[in-house]
């Protein structure tokens, strides 16, 4: 192991909470989040166990250079602080490889022609490249402001959506690197459905549209479908604090960007009265990762690299190893592994009894993820 991989450092045992400032909360009612609304859930924030809090783009349409909004920076800065949560104004002011290789980087032919998803042994190599690199400590992150939601990319929007939302967020917080959760995954929040052109805020959509569709005379229905599928007003859609109308995002009457009418479903007040949640499951996870040194600073094993129906691999550290099982498909699925232990100790799962076990086979069942901790 590298020196750089070995040594203990805050923000390689850190979880960063990624803000996307004009869609978390708007305190002035009107349509556009703030800064005095971020201070405001900092409590929240707080409560996820996360350690720092980032934004990107820093700037948006809130002019950092303003003197008034310069002071609620402070004040936001200073209100943070006070609650234990570092601010970081740019993901460049870490020591931290922020790779994209897994993300759905747009061009404007892809409007035209979409990308191909990635499968799960692609991912897999993604992942092992990033492990081999043993100069760089990465960047552990799904997406952000400008991706679609992980869950509408991997996982289960309908029948397996609680399940396959904790299974992403069990592969997050369990490689090796710093976790970046962007706001709303821990939610399991999904692609919105913008039923035209017109509700769409990307501008590259309206310039493709301006520009190719109109004069090349494309289907306006298959490029309003491909849009519903790589627009980055996906994860722009203004968080969703309950099921009212406006999502308790604003006391206004509008907002910026189309509320995600899912939010009747998924929204942070129901989720927090559920213990078996997503956005629980999440604060499990975080506290697991900070209970277990071995968890962050171990070696990475990929027990099943070429499979695309199961992500299975290890974590090996010090003093103890962790067997991370996830169901990567809506099947139940057989999966061996040898442990060299006698007693494999259940840290969590997302189906509340687990499935069979039995002489180093496990049986996990659609989207099953778990954790097991033993010693060496």
């Not at 303003?66 to 740019?90: C, H, M, P, T």
């Not at 299974?167 to 459905?193: A, F, P, V």
């Not at 599928?229 to 995002?249: K, L, Y």
């Not at 690299?305 to 992500?311: E, G, M, R, S």
Request: charged share 25%; glycine share 4%.
């Amino acid at each position: 192991m590298s020196r750089i991989n070995s040594e203990r450092e805050w923000w390689k045992e850190a979880v960063i909470y990624q803000i996307y400032p004009q869609s978390f909360k708007d305190s002035d009612n009107d349509g556009v989040g703030d800064w005095q609304g971020i201070i405001s859930k900092l409590d929240y924030i707080q409560s996820l166990g996360v350690d720092a809090i980032c934004f990107r783009p820093f700037s948006s349409h809130l002019s950092h250079q303003d003197s008034l909004q310069k002071n609620a920076f402070e004040q936001l800065v200073k209100e943070a602080n006070s609650r234990g949560l570092k601010v970081i104004s740019s993901r460049a002011d870490l020591p931290i490889s922020f790779q994209t290789e897994h993300l759905i980087l747009r061009e404007s032919s892809n409007f035209l022609n979409p990308p191909t998803e990635l499968k799960l042994s692609e991912l897999k190599r993604i992942f092992r490249k990033r492990e081999q690199a043993k100069d760089d400590w990465n960047c552990v992150y799904w997406g952000d402001h400008d991706t679609p939601r992980v869950l509408s990319r991997f996982g289960n929007t309908s029948k397996f959506e609680n399940e396959s939302a904790k299974m992403l967020g069990m592969i997050l917080l369990t490689l090796k690197g710093t976790s970046l959760i962007y706001q709303g995954d821990e939610l399991g929040m999904s692609n919105c459905t913008f039923n035209s052109v017109e509700e769409f805020r990307d501008e590259k959509v309206s310039e493709i549209y301006e520009s190719v569709i109109k004069k090349i005379g494309i289907d306006e229905q298959v490029f309003l479908r491909v849009c519903n599928q790589i627009s980055v007003d996906h994860a722009r859609t203004p968080m969703p604090w309950d099921n009212t109308e406006m999502a308790g995002f604003t006391e206004g009457d509008t907002s910026w960007l189309k509320i995600n009418p899912s939010n009747t479903r998924i929204n942070v007040a129901s989720q927090e009265k559920d213990p078996e949640s997503i956005l629980n499951f999440y604060r499990s996870l975080i506290k697991i990762r900070k209970e277990h040194p071995d968890l962050i600073y171990g070696d990475y094993n990929d027990l099943r690299p070429n499979c695309n129906k199961i992500f299975a691999y290890k974590r090996i550290g010090k003093d103890f190893t962790y067997l991370v099982l996830n169901n990567w498909i809506n099947k139940t699925q057989s999966f061996s592994v040898k442990c060299k232990a006698s007693v494999l100790n259940l840290l969590l799962s997302n189906y509340s009894n687990e499935s069979h076990y039995e002489s180093n086979t496990f049986e996990l069942q659609p989207y099953e993820c778990r954790i097991y901790e033993y010693a060496h």
